[in-house]
């Protein structure tokens, strides 16, 4: 057998360690080389164009004004222009990247850290919130200039390759510039010059390290860490964000702590946040009447600011007070005689809650809605005077009581109404047909569905405080319609007028007639005098109005007006459970007896149309006869401006020849 000629192979030589970190160094970087071009293949098709990165994208901003031309409030985007880097205080930069981004200098556009951490926790907490991205400056930049804000690995994927792009193109200085001009500040403010001009009226130059740091901290959610809105959670990052600006030695344990000792005071203008409600309600018509905004626009209102912040004060007080007897809202409308709204308040607080109670909630008018039912009367031939019977009365199966369960026997109209007689009122809806009374409320300016059960004429109908005041405006201004409205003007910052109402002012239709309105405003001031509402006097002025209480003390009305002038107050609760014995005399005439005070002396108020006001009890009816004064303290205040004239009484309108349904 032939003997194999093989011969031993040597052994395979083993790589140095040097010689193997080498080669597996150039594996990894070959493979990452290929991952790094299928990462660009797959999330850089579809980059946005960069070629626009000193463009500015915003929502125009609106600016309202009220009747005098003051600034009420800023919706939308507010730039200012680019602040230069170098003459910023050198704390201001340092505290948004000792708060955002600690390695800003030393890092390549992300932190690979950061990301791992931000990945471990998304993987952890799969619960459907957010995802943490870990972003660095400059990949916050990249977001704000070029991407959307969707929590998604692609828009993840696409920043970093922006970030990464935006550090070969830029120096770190230019790129910080970039990210503080262009960050959102909450409250329509973008760049740090326009955060400092609306947070605290001063430039950003001028910014202190306290205020520098509490715009750093609002950089985790402008919302949430305003200094407006939460002011003591903001003042809690604030002091987060002073800590980190130790740690990274921008500034000194003894500057921390007088930024600490040294109060930060919010601009004044932003922060009364005056008329959010009246905001939101007019925003939304300005849309109506113009379209979505493409430019900057100015929007003249009828709002009067300073009646407007004793509309707030008083609201807020007067529920402060009777919070014992379980009140919790609020809500106030005023208008002229011309349907212009001069104050609206939809709830005490707007920071704990945006809901609109003046226009959106519906809630029972109690014996505020009484007037329709007494005008209807009155308009098919009973007078103040005709003699009624309060006593006990059965419609159906519908037995109404009254307030005090006792009966006054023998009375007139007019006392019936100041007293607020439950049977009398009942009685009369049933003589001239609920749906008669409908047809009342409906024509005066009360738009919300009317049921016809004979409960109607005791308020068991839903309404808004806004439709109660312009339902009564008829009764301050001559018998005339007056819808509530609120623009006088649409125009863009450039001077384009957009919308004027003054161009097509709406003509003014009769809705109430002689005799019958000035009976009722005769029978209303009885109210103020000797009835319901005597807590809503204000001494010296003609006034009427109406409590409204209903039967369960869920709700609580006093509406009320002068010459030209009506305001419809409403207290409760939102979640519509019963107050503890809160009526229309109680908390609402004190509300508006507060806000009128302030209110009156502002305008040149005319007495009420329909004859003399009655004496009241401290006043001498013959010496008012002998000696009657020629004018009243409003009318004495030259310097106001007038609300709407009192027109004379109107013919009658037509009467409606079948109860129509409501």
């Known amino acids: 057998m032939a003997r194999s000629d093989t011969r031993d192979a040597p052994p395979r030589r083993r790589r140095s360690f040097l010689q193997g970190l080498v080669y597996w160094g150039a594996v990894l970087f070959v493979w990452g080389l290929i991952f790094a071009l299928a990462f660009l293949a797959v999330f850089a ?15 125009p901003s609106i600016s309202y004004l009220d009747r005098s031309g003051a600034l009420v409030s800023v919706r939308g985007s507010q730039y200012a ?34 990301i791992v951490r931000s990945q471990v926790y998304n993987l952890t907490h799969r619960g459907g919130g957010p995802l943490r991205g870990g972003s660095t400056i400059t990949q916050q930049l990249a977001r704000n200039l070029f991407l959307t804000m969707d929590q998604t690995y692609r828009r993840k994927a696409q920043e970093l390759v922006l970030a990464i792009w935006l550090e070969t193109k830029f120096t770190k200085k230019e790129i910080l510039a970039l990210y503080l001009n262009r ?53 809690r990052r604030a002091t987060v964000v002073l800590n980190e600006m130790v740690r990274a030695g921008a500034i000194t344990p003894a500057q921390r702590a007088e930024a600490i000792g040294t109060p930060v005071r919010v601009n004044p203008t932003l922060a009364s946040q005056r008329a959010q409600y009246f905001t939101d309600w007019v925003d939304e018509q300005v849309r109506g009447l113009v379209g979505e905004p493409i430019e900057d626009l100015i929007v003249e209102t009828t709002l009067d600011l300073p009646i407007q912040v004793s509309a707030e004060q008083a609201l807020r007080a007067g529920v402060a007070g009777a919070r014992g007897q379980g009140v919790q809202q609020g809500a106030l409308v005023a208008l002229d005689g011309e349907g212009r ?17 003046a226009a959106m909630a519906r809630r029972q008018a109690g014996s505020a809605f009484k007037p329709f039912v007494y005008l ?19 419609i159906g199966t519908w037995e109404p009581r009254n ?17 607020s007689v439950n049977t009398v009122a009942a009685r009369l809806a049933n003589e001239v047909g609920t749906g008669n009374v409908a047809a009342t409320a409906r024509r005066l300016g009360i738009r919300s569905p009317i049921q016809l059960d004979p409960s109607m004429a005791l308020g068991a109908v839903e309404v808004s405080p806004l439709e109660m005041a312009q339902a009564y405006t008829p009764f301050s201004n001559g018998g005339y319609l007056s819808p509530a409205w609120a623009i ?9 007028v957009l919308y004027d109402r003054s161009v097509a002012r709406p003509v003014r239709t009769a809705v109430i007639s002689s005799p019958a309105l000035p009976q009722m405003n005769q029978m209303l001031r009885q109210v103020l005098v000797s009835g319901t509402g005597t807590r809503a006097r204000v001494p010296g002025y003609d006034l009427a109005g109406k409590t409204g209480t209903t039967s369960d003390y869920r709700d609580a009305w006093f509406v009320g007006y002068t010459g030209g002038f009506v305001a419809a107050v409403w207290v409760g609760r939102d979640d519509n459970t019963p107050m503890r014995r809160m009526t229309g005399g109680g908390a609402p005439a004190a509300v508006w007896q507060a806000f009128m005070s302030r209110a ?10 329909g004859g003399l006001p009655p004496p009241t009890a401290d006043e001498d009816p013959i010496g008012d006869i002998l000696q009657a004064p020629a004018e009243t303290p409003a009318q004495a205040d030259p310097a106001v401006r007038p609300s709407a004239p009192a027109p004379s009484p109107a013919a009658s309108p037509p009467q409606p020849s079948a109860a129509p349904r409501a």
Not at 45 to 59: F, M
């Open 45 to 59: 098709a579809d980059l946005p164009d960069t070629s626009n990165l000193n463009a500015v994208r915003r929502q």
């Open 81 to 114: 222009p680019p602040v230069d880097l170098d003459k910023l205080p050198p704390y201001v930069p340092a505290a948004f990247v000792a708060i955002e981004d600690r390695w800003f200098y030393w890092h390549f556009g992300f932190n690979p850290w950061g």
């Open 183 to 235: 960050v959102y500040f909450g409250a329509g403010a973008y760049g740090i010059e326009a955060a400092a001009q609306r947070y605290f009226g001063k430039p950003a130059d001028q910014l202190s390290i306290g205020e520098s740091a509490l715009l750093a901290g609002m950089m985790k959610g402008p919302s949430r860490y305003s200094p407006v809105s939460s002011a003591d959670r903001a003042a």
């Open 341 to 357: 709204v001069r104050a609206y308040v939809g709830g005490v607080d707007y920071e704990d809650s945006q809901f609109d109670r």
């Open 376 to 394: 209807t009367a009155l308009e098919r031939g009973r007078t103040p005077e005709t003699p009624v019977v309060d006593e006990a009365i059965r």
């Open 403 to 419: 307030y005090t369960g006792e009966f006054l026997g023998p009375i007139t109209l007019q006392t019936a109404l100041a007293q």
């Open 488 to 496: 006088e003007r649409v125009r863009t910052a450039g001077g384009k």
């Open 600 to 609: 009156l002396p502002r305008l040149r108020a005319e007495p009420i149309p």
